[in-house]
């Protein structure tokens, strides 16, 4: 049973997990980074983001693995995660393979 309280939680996370999707969707779909950002806190003013116009670099495979692979990494723990929280269910979403079968 889900408690009241975690309900501001379980949307975050939720909401969360469906934006990993996008992203790895995206990515399936041939999707490149055409733009990224960094925040830090010992940067002037503290905390700013700074957004990186990307769209000529080429990121090579590896890097991509590797955003791929993290993405799946969080998905997983936010899975856990809603599990603990009595949250049962979560949509899985379609392999990429079905996808592009579902698309022809």
Not at 41 to 47: D, H
Not at 78 to 94: K, M, R, Y
């Amino acid at each position: 049973m889900v408690d009241i309280a975690d309900i501001g939680r379980i949307s975050g996370l939720i909401n969360e997990r469906q934006q990993i999707n996008n992203a790895l969707a995206a990515f399936d779909a041939g999707a490149r980074i055409v733009q990224f950002g960094l925040l830090g806190p010992n940067t002037e003013p503290p905390n700013m983001l700074f957004l990186v116009q990307s769209q000529y670099m080429i990121y090579p495979a590896q890097m991509l693995d590797a955003i791929k692979s993290m993405l799946t990494t969080r998905r997983n723990a936010i899975d856990d995660e809603l599990e603990s929280l009595g949250v049962t269910g979560v949509e899985q979403p379609p392999s990429p393979s079905a996808t592009r079968r579902a698309r022809r």
